[in-house]
């Protein structure tokens, strides 16, 4: 890439992963098969997947005794949402599903720096694997926030297996993990009838934000779906 120096690149069995920094700015750079995933500059949205869905966490709580918070990331990229989540004093438990070793690797050696610490924070335990197949792992009712940044959004996919990730069979699971009353949230760089329409049909509540974000000189909006199961649910789909 013109601009840009190599700061780490692996190859596997997806295609080819590479961490470049850009010399007009030092930022860094996520590439995922020559496509943009996400910089160190524009990180307001994957910060708010986070703050959002554990501000409607915190919610619940009023005039109730403060309960401790499991959240489950799918998807460490740059490590912005983990930094995020462990700001919240609140949280004691984190398990991050990451499908690329490397990039795992990255972040313990310490080439990502902007978030570096985060996965060694002592509530923090990191899984290499596929989250669309591991989270039939996850014991049910188990996790208060379950938040998905694997893609560039169901209209953008960085790997085709991904369609998964916003579909029925994949959300019905992410309800089942969570506790009643918790949150899974799904960010999007595009707004999605499909999967709104999925998220109204698996969830108990629904909600869409659209949040505004400067790429550049370049304004667009990106876009987080959160899915409440209600506090009386039971395991079961809901009808
Ligand atoms: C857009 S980045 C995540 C950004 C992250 N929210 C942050 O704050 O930096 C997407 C990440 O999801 C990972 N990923 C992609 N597909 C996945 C899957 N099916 N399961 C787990 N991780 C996946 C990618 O390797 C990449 O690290």
Redesign the pocket.
């Known amino acids: 890439m013109p601009g840009t120096t190599h700061v780490a690149r692996a190859v596997t069995e997806r295609g080819e ?1 590479v961490l470049l920094r850009r010399q007009r700015d030092g930022a860094l750079e ?1 590439r ?1 098969n020559g496509v943009f ?2 910089d160190t500059v524009e ?1 307001a949205t ?2 708010l ?1 986070a703050r959002t869905t554990l501000n409607r966490l915190h919610a619940r709580w009023q005039g109730r005794p403060r309960e401790p918070l499991r959240v489950l ?11 995020e989540v462990l700001r919240d004093a609140a949280v004691t438990e984190v398990l991050v ?4 070793a490397a ?1 795992v690797d990255w972040h313990r050696d310490g080439l990502i720096p902007p ?1 570096s610490g985060a996965g060694a924070d002592p509530r923090v335990r990191v899984v290499v ?4 197949e591991l989270i039939e792992t996850v014991p049910p009712g188990s996790v208060d926030a379950l ?1 998905l ?4 959004g169901p209209g953008f996919l ?2 085709d ?2 369609a998964a ?1 916003y579909r029925a069979p994949f959300l019905r699971a992410c309800r089942r993990a969570t506790t009643p009353g918790g949150v899974t949230a799904v ?1 999007s760089s595009s707004p999605s009838a499909e999967l709104s329409a999925v998220m109204t049909a698996v969830f108990d509540g629904v909600e869409e934000l659209a949040v505004p974000v400067l790429l550049g000189a370049r304004e667009t909006t990106y876009h987080l779906f959160l899915g409440r199961r209600s506090d009386a649910a039971s395991d079961t789909v809901k009808p």
């Open positions: 992963v996520l995922v995933v996400m990180t994957e910060r997947l990331i799918g998807g460490l990229g740059l490590g912005f949402t983990l930094d599903i990451e499908i690329e990039l978030t694997g596929d989250v669309a938040l940044d694997v893609d560039n960085v790997y297996a991904n990730v960010w």
